[in-house]
């Protein structure tokens, strides 16, 4: 009935799962998967249909259907935890045979209590935390979601939470006043950086970073090496090595990703390793090195050519 509906449309993404573990039901998702597809075109066929499955919490669908042939991309929940390591989900699914394209689709909400616990909200430090070292770690896109606008909370209709004993999972701001919270302004920084460079070269580099430095610096670069960035969560120093990049000479520049702006651009003269030290340091000073092959000319941080 669904396939049938909406047949004609070409713009959909199925996305089967509800948040939950299909364990004992994996045959009830591909009857629905089988179902849709013939629905759309008449016969089991999943060229005409992009699925994905959205898992529960710390998990993805490659846990339990990467060969399923209706599955088209891959998506992770990494969850609403500060502590949360959602490039270790990302890797191991972006490595999988035969590849399948990989997604983020529920990380840390904007103003969500931290592991679902009225003590603190994670904040858009760590909406941009989330994106970036998803998007290093080889994911193909990523989502943004806020604690209201899930659940497009009023006062007026406030559902109580059993757990918490008040406003489902805190919410205290109007729906439609949460668009408007830093993080998702914030997103359109990242998507600017990524289209200012290559984008379908582009692959994980977890090499380039030294081994003391990966839980907090994650590194992307394209496969021939024009370019690299790198992505510290806290602003303090690291140390790449720049074997993989292409060219004699490096340009460099520090890329904000709460405002978008960016650094004038330094050329050095490419060594095995450099140690390289972002702007300003605190807990939440997150910041992107750009690298470039100086040689390849390529435009400003998050500026299209």
Known sequence: FLGERYRDLNHLIWILGGDRKPTGYEETWRA???????????????????????????ASSADWFHEEPWLTFHMIQSGHHADSRPWEKIAEGYALSPPKPILNGEPAYEQIPNNLKNDSKLDEYYVRKFAYTSLFAGACGHTYGANELWQMWKPENDPVSPVLKGPLLGADTL?????????????????????????????????????????????????????????????????????????????????????GEFTPFEEFRKTAERTFTPPSDGPQDDWVLVLDDAAKEYPLPGVRE
Do not use: N
């Open 175 to 259: 729906w439609s006043d949460a668009l408007q919270y830093p993080g998702a302004k914030q997103m359109r920084h990242v998507r600017a950086l990524m289209e200012s460079r290559p984008f379908f070269s582009r692959i994980p580099a977890p090499e380039m970073v030294a081994d003391a430095d990966r839980d907090r610096v994650h590194a992307t670069r394209d496969s021939e090496g024009s370019y690299a960035f790198a992505y510290t969560v806290s602003g303090a120093l690291f140390t790449l090595d720049l074997r993989a990049l292409s060219g004699e000479t490096i340009r460099s520049a520090w890329y904000d990703p709460r405002t």
């Open 32 to 58: 629905m998967a089988r179902g849709i597809a013939e629905g759309t075109c008449g016969r089991e066929d999943y060229s005409q249909t992009v699925m994905t499955y959205h898992p529960w919490g710390g």
